[in-house]
């Protein structure tokens, strides 16, 4: 099988049932009508919005078509000749893991695949979930496991990065992750906060990137020309499968520059 076939098995191993997709989308709905179901209990604080039924579309949740993931970070992995090995990947708005845990099967050179996610609900799922992905990538699977013995073979032959999940916002996250060292940044940013398609939020998060790091969003462009992104470039444009927005998106390939909020 090849790596996109793996990470498939995994991703379906680590989370499986027909209702898996459907519970994880109540609870990102949860998240943006900012309480538990019941109208009591806020899962994220946002100013303004306890007591209220103010619907933060910057929280909808959406998981991403897997091979057209693969074919923008590649991109932005290794566009330029830039090698994977040793680099560090961050998925902004990783829900449950599922990009994070298909990263380290699609890249075992990368030296961590991390995840952070907003809503703790959703993180929790992602979290529990990761010892038995890493035992999994580790050709370890707990017994019972439907994996084949020559699938776990092929994954504990091969390099294998740290898989970490972060609760937290982009911005603080970004920066906990990043330490001075580019990271390549994936984030399925459709409903992103943004005027017009220039996303707000999340461009300010980046500008706290080291210059040479790469970011993909979806949909939704940076602010390169605010002098926080300045000499931040868009390397280029894809065009891919995307069922959730009713048949396809465009995702950008983007290298951070040294702005004036750059580290």
Request: hydrophobic fraction near 40%; aromatic fraction near 8%; glycine fraction near 14%.
């Amino acid at each position: 099988p090849t790596r996109l076939d793996e990470a498939s098995h995994l991703i379906a191993a680590l989370f499986p049932g027909a209702g898996a997709y459907r519970n994880r989308v109540a609870l990102g709905r949860a998240a943006q009508l900012g309480d538990g179901g019941s109208g009591d209990t806020p899962l994220v604080y946002r100013p303004g919005s306890i007591g209220s039924k103010v619907v933060d579309t910057s929280l909808t949740y959406g998981e991403f078509d897997l091979s057209f993931f693969a074919a923008l970070t590649d991109a932005a992995l290794t566009e330029g000749g830039r090698t994977v090995s040793g680099q560090t990947f961050v998925d902004v708005g990783s829900g449950c893991g599922r990009l994070v845990f298909a990263a380290g099967v699609l890249w075992p050179a990368l030296a961590r695949c991390v995840g952070i996610e907003v809503v703790e609900s959703l993180h929790m799922l992602g979290f529990e979930a990761l010892p038995r992905a890493s035992a999994l990538l580790a050709g370890e699977p707990p017994q019972g496991d439907s994996y084949a013995h020559h699938e776990r073979a092929a994954f504990s032959a091969r390099q294998r990065p740290r898989l970490q999940l972060l609760c937290g916002d982009a911005s603080s996250g970004l920066a906990r992750v990043a330490g001075g060292e580019p990271v390549c940044a994936f984030a399925y940013s459709t409903a992103f906060a943004s005027v017009g398609i220039t996303l707000t939020d999340f461009s300010l998060a980046c500008s706290t990137l080291p210059a040479g790091s790469r970011v993909v969003t979806i949909d939704k462009v940076l602010a390169i020309d605010d002098p926080c992104l300045e000499g931040s470039e868009l390397l280029m444009t894809l065009e891919g499968p995307n069922a959730e927005t009713g048949g396809s998106s465009i995702g950008y390939v983007w290298e951070i520059g040294q702005g004036q909020g750059s580290a």
